[in-house]
T-cell receptor, first 117, second 114 residues
Framework: GAVVSQHPSWVICKSGTSVKIECRSLDFQATTMFWYRQFPKQSLMLMATSNEGSKATYEQGVEKDKFLINHASLTLSTLTVTSAHPEDSSFYIC?????????????FGPGTRLTVT | KQEVTQIPAALSVPEGENLVLNCSFTDSAIYNLQWFRQDPGKGLTSLLLIQSSQREQTSGRLNASLDKSSGRSTLYIAASQPGDSATYLCAVRGTQGGSEKLVFGKGTKLTVNP
């Protein structure tokens, strides 16, 4: 079964509102979680890396005040898109390195489709 | 800076054919290489993971090889089926500033025709 889950699977929001996306590792502890976004017909773009209990490390060009990442526990990370705009519409995918699994093997969630109107 | 290239970008084959997907990377100093499949509108499913010390991994009809010195990996799919239709992504993990990041290719979109 799926090792990493995401909720919601899709969301539509109005411009200017905030949206929170949850990412959970199921029955495993995630030492590190990653957040990606993917535009149509493009590959994945890493947004940030987070370790439990510490601040996320953002990739160059990613606004940390706009994309708030919280990794409060070893099984949960959240991405909040603040004051969303239509250009934030994208497919957001979380991923995790799971403790106890082959080192360096990364597991991905099913993704969240965000549409900002 | 690591760059990953996948060729071809798209491939269409008849059912039952054996096929090879190619992946190349510019920096041979990798920790491991991972092949994924992505169905439309879905997340990524890990297919095979090859550590840098390994040469190949097999799972069912899939076989992935790694030639680190030449910066190449191939994914071999035997007896292809329509259900294999998806985008296949290759990704390498290096050691960049102490963090472990995957660098992805743009993928090969595979269509297996019944």
């Amino acid at each position: 079964g799926a090792v990493v889950s995401q909720h919601p699977s899709w969301v539509i929001c109005k411009s200017g509102t905030s949206v929170k996306i949850e990412c959970r590792s199921l029955d495993f502890q995630a030492t590190t979680m990653f957040w990606y976004r993917q535009f149509p017909k493009q590959s994945l773009m890493l947004m940030a890396t987070s370790n439990e209990g510490s601040k996320a490390t953002y990739e160059q060009g990613v606004e940390k005040d706009k994309f708030l990442i919280n990794h409060a526990s070893l099984t949960l990370s959240t991405l909040t898109v603040t004051s969303a705009h239509p250009e934030d519409s994208s497919f957001y995918i979380c991923s995790a390195l799971i403790a106890g699994r082959p080192r360096g093997e990364q597991y991905f969630g099913p993704g969240t489709r965000l549409t900002v109107t | 800076k690591q760059e990953v290239t996948q060729i071809p970008a798209a491939l269409s084959v008849p059912e039952g054919e054996n096929l090879v997907l190619n992946c190349s990377f510019t920096d041979s100093a990798i920790y491991n290489l991972q092949w994924f499949r992505q169905d439309p509108g879905k997340g990524l499913t890990s297919l095979l993971l090859i550590q840098s010390s390994q040469r190949e991994q097999t799972s069912g009809r899939l076989n992935a090889s790694l030639d680190k010195s030449s910066g190449r990996s191939t994914l071999y799919i035997a007896a292809s089926q329509p259900g294999d239709s998806a985008t296949y992504l290759c990704a390498v993990r290096g050691t960049q500033g102490g963090s472990e990041k995957l660098v992805f290719g743009k993928g090969t979109k595979l269509t297996v025709n019944p």
